[in-house]
């Protein structure tokens, strides 16, 4: 079990370049999830898809992000013209999701830089 | 205010010595999840709880859904402990997004 896998694990980008971040899940979990962690707001929520449908997505700011999971193998979080404030590290997270409850297993992360 | 509020935000332990950690809730959670948080910025995963207990090892956890708490207890700590503790709650009110504490950054030295 290779766990949660992110890619890349760091990622620099120049002030309204696009960024896409890539998350495979473990595999046979029917739900993704997509947080993001910073030092003043800390670990914040962005979106859920569970059996690739989106569920929820109050916590993506409305502009520039975008996230799709095309298939049950990986998802993507799309950055559009990013922002210095996008600076983060970008945290996917699977899990079987019985009944909406269950252990979330989380990926190593995407530390992203905008300069 | 803060929906998940963690307590202390940070502390020193001396090694062998145990403590306690806190998050109250003012959300109505129904499950608790504890993570530490290691040097390289992964979040391995310690408990996942309903109202309950649970023990592993040196680590004890319960959650209260009544009192909106949970505790982590660690004994015997070591070294090997030190970093940042986050709990994190489903609320009742939510799919199955987690909402974090702002985490313990815990230190153990000799």
Redesign the interface.
Known sequence: NAGVIQTPRHKVTGKGQEATLWCEPISGHS?V?W?RQTIVQ????LT?F?NQAP??D??MPKERFSAQMPNQSHSTLKIQSTQPQDSA?Y?C?S?G?WG???????G??T?LLVL | GDKVKQSPSALSLQEGTNSALRCNFSIAATTVQWFLQNPRGSLINLFYLVPGTKENGRLKSAFDSKESYSTLHIRDAQLEDSGTYFCAAIASSSFSKLVFGQGTSLSVVP
């Open positions: 739900a999830f947080y800390g670990l914040e929520f859920y569970r569920i929820d109050s916590g590290v945290l997270a899990s999701d909406g409850q269950d252990t979330q297993y989380f190593p992360g530390r």
